[in-house]
């Protein structure tokens, strides 16, 4: 299995621009988490979607993030518009939700860093 | 709610010394507890994990108990080498909600040295 891809790795964007960034899951996995990590905050849970839906939004700094999810093989994270403190490394990663109660080991992308000037 | 707690860092040590990262958590129902490693420039990566009290993990050398008594998951190795610095996270799941969500401490940076 390739993992879960991210993309681009490295986007470098004017204040004001839109940023789009990518995730693939790993094939079978139905949760997918978006993470934002900086120094300052260190890993932080933007969202989480099970079954494409989305689960919990709070995480989110503000109504400039965006995030969809429109099949089980694909999401986004959207920053509308950017501004240099949205600068980090974004992460995605994928879990299988399993019943019972079993550990959810997440498998994390390697990232997006994203540079707002 | 669910909280984990790491030790600050940078720990830094030298070459085939002891490590000990220290890890407690507060949670209700009974959590799965994990240690993840990010190595520079790259995701986290799962290094091991407990699932019940007093399961060991263990992976690469590594070693962690799950005490409930303590609510505790230290993470420990006898001898460290260079390759082992990176940043060490300890999470746990909520195993009754379910959602898959994971709890993440803060993490430490361990740097080994020559």
């Known amino acids: 299995d390739a993992g879960v891809i991210q993309s681009p790795r490295h986007e470098v964007t004017e204040m004001g621009q839109e940023v789009t960034l990518r995730c693939k899951p790993i094939s079978g996995h139905n949760s997918l988490f978006w993470y934002r990590q900086t120094m300052m905050r260190g890993l932080e849970l933007l969202i989480y979607?099970?079954?494409?839906?989305?689960?919990?939004d709070s995480g989110m700094p503000e109504d400039r993030f965006s995030a969809k999810m429109p099949n089980a093989s694909f999401s986004t994270l959207k920053i509308q518009p950017s501004e240099p403190r949205d600068s980090a490394v974004y992460f995605c990663?994928?879990?299988?939700?399993?019943?019972?109660?079993?550990?959810?080991?997440?498998?994390f992308g390697a990232g997006t860093r994203l540079s707002v000037l | 709610g669910n909280s984990v707690t790491q030790m600050e860092g940078p720990v830094t040590l030298s070459e085939e010394a002891f490590l000990t990262i220290n890890c407690t958590y507060t949670?209700?129902?009974?959590?799965?507890l994990f240690w993840y490693v990010q190595y520079p420039g790259e995701g986290l990566q799962l290094l091991l994990k407990?699932?019940?009290?007093?399961d060991k993990g263990s992976n690469k050398g590594f070693e962690a108990t799950y005490r409930k008594e303590t609510t505790s998951f230290h993470l420990e190795k006898g001898s460290v080498q260079v390759s082992d610095s990176a940043v060490y996270f300890c999470?746990?799941?909520?195993?009754?909600?379910?959602?898959?969500?994971?709890?993440f401490g803060q993490g430490t940076t361990l740097q080994v040295k020559p």
């Open positions: 999470a746990l799941s909520d195993n009754g909600s379910n959602t898959g969500k994971l709890i």
């Open positions: 407990a699932t019940k009290a007093d």
């Open positions: 949670a209700t129902g009974y959590p799965s």
């Open positions: 979607f099970n079954n494409n839906v989305p689960i919990d």
């Open positions: 990663a994928s879990s299988t939700r399993t019943s019972g109660g079993a550990a959810n080991i997440q498998y």
